[in-house]
């Protein structure tokens, strides 16, 4: 048995070590239990200098408050993805990134485990981000303008709700007031975005996108604000994605990823115009338009809290929202042929069109990625396609398995009552019209050709 358990730990150790992250564990003490290599090369120490000493003595700069890993051991609460800095026993400073959680046998606490990132790599990961944002050239600091590649001409429908979307967003562009964009992924939502930016009085200046799931949160804001020299080790003034697009637009794409606590700050921007760099005291006035999109629905976004509701209401003045393919059926074959167009110039093919069982397959299939998962399938079927006409037996493997499909517009009912038929219907058909107006309570209500009164009803009724 003791053999068992001393091999048990030489392989635990052995997987430890093995892990490309610094990983520190302390017992209830605050005394080093265990601290692989990459831990030690990230504080600037050597392994023995850390190991079996009390936490402290190892780095005096830290205290009981300002360290998680005995903050952790103190409360039992895990600390997810907190930015530390202190001075290791060299008298070196040190940033790290770090999670930290609490050890449990049963439900007694034995201690506290901290994976850390050396925060310092990552910093320099955001200024090549914001270099790359900027558009030098390599070996030169002429600035690139970046420029929309896209228009409403490029957002092919023949949809008349999604075509009438786009008049009032070409309309609604010659604006400044900030916009919020809801759409699944797949929908075409930068797009949508840069057709608005093209349509501006903005369109000579830059147009700079951000996916904020993209970046690790630690590293957004200064990516949005920039940097002041001196905010942390190695830091220079460096200009954030705000002052960048100084003059023309910034898309915040995701922006339910962003931490809540940053949308505060964001907020501050939108009613004030001014940023202030990570580490700076200087307020510095911007003059950009905010358009911001999400593919989780607002409303279920402010439930879920992610999404502060102030933040919502400012970016709420303009509101549009992207319609499924699912929705829009007449767009299906019409999407289909113009791919068809393209890749055969593309490809150099002749292909001239599909055939009527995977027509009837297409207007079936419910598209879950829907725009950019049609046009990649249709993408992968024209490469393999021998014949005039694209055929069930083009399609790609994930498809094939979709090939007995059960229609969407129809599904027998699990019960013949009128009543809860009814009200699945009535249900149905008001989340519809919730995500086509974004969430807007009068939009939806005009939509649905009801009072405002009768709807805040029905939502209250059906829990929505």
Not at 170 to 182: E, M, N, Q, T
Not at 292 to 301: S, Y
Not at 372 to 386: A, F, G
Request: net charge positive; aromatic share 8%.
């Amino acid at each position: 048995m003791g053999q068992l358990t001393a091999l048990t730990q030489e392989v635990l150790a052995a997987i430890l070590k093995s892990i490309d992250e610094g990983i520190h564990v302390v017992n209830t003490e605050g005394k080093t239990i265990y601290y692989n290599e990459v831990a030690a090369k990230h504080d600037g120490m050597e392994v023995k200098e850390v190991l079996g000493k009390h936490l402290l003595a190892a780095f005096p700069s830290l205290t009981e408050e300002s360290s998680t890993l005995l903050k952790v051991v103190k409360t039992g609460k895990p600390i997810y993805n907190q930015t530390q800095v202190y001075v290791n026993a060299h008298g070196t400073r040190i940033d790290t990134m770090n999670t930290t959680l609490p050890i449990f046998l049963g439900k007694e606490i034995i201690g506290a485990v901290e994976i850390a990132k050396d925060y310092s790599r990552m910093k320099l990961l955001a200024e090549r981000l914001l270099d790359l944002q900027k558009g030098l050239k390599k070996g030169s600091r002429k600035r690139v303008t970046k420029q929309v590649n896209y228009t409403f001409n490029d957002l092919k429908t023949v949809n008349p709700l999604f075509m009438k979307m786009k008049e009032e967003a070409g309309r609604l562009a010659k604006s400044d007031s900030p916009i919020l964009v809801y759409g699944e992924s797949g929908t075409g939502k930068e797009l949508f975005v840069q057709g608005i930016h093209h349509e501006s009085l903005r369109a000579s200046g830059p147009f700079i996108a951000q996916n904020c799931a993209a970046i690790p949160e630690s590293l957004l804001e200064s990516i949005l604000f920039g940097t002041a020299k001196g905010s942390y080790t190695g830091a220079v003034e460096r200009k954030g994605l705000f002052e960048l697009a100084d003059g023309g637009t910034l898309f915040l794409d995701e922006l339910h990823a962003m931490p809540i606590e940053l949308q505060a700050k964001l907020l501050r921007v939108l009613e004030d115009g001014m940023v202030r760099r990570v580490g700076g005291a200087e307020n510095i006035l911007v003059n950009v338009r905010v358009i911001a999109a999400v593919n989780l629905h607002p409303i279920k976004a402010l439930k879920e809290q992610k999404l502060r509701a102030d933040l919502y209401y400012r970016l709420n003045v303009f509101t549009f929202s992207l319609i499924p393919l699912r929705e829009r059926k007449e767009d299906i074959l019409f999407l289909t042929n113009y791919f068809i167009m393209v890749f055969n110039k593309k490809l150099q093919k002749n292909i001239l069109g599909i055939d009527k069982k995977l027509e009837l397959f297409f207007f079936d299939y419910h598209w879950p990625g829907n725009v950019r998962e049609l046009k990649h399938t249709i993408e992968y079927m024209m490469n393999v396609c021998d014949s005039d006409l694209l055929e069930m037996a083009d399609l790609p493997v994930i498809l094939k398995h979709q090939l007995t499909p059960v229609r969407r517009s129809y599904q027998k009912p699990d019960s013949l009552s009128l009543r809860k038929n009814l009200d699945h219907l009535e249900k149905t058909l008001i989340l519809n019209a919730m995500k086509q107006t974004g969430g807007n309570i009068n939009q939806t209500a005009k939509l649905l050709e009801i009072p405002r009164q009768t709807l805040q009803y029905k939502l209250k009724k059906f829990s929505i």
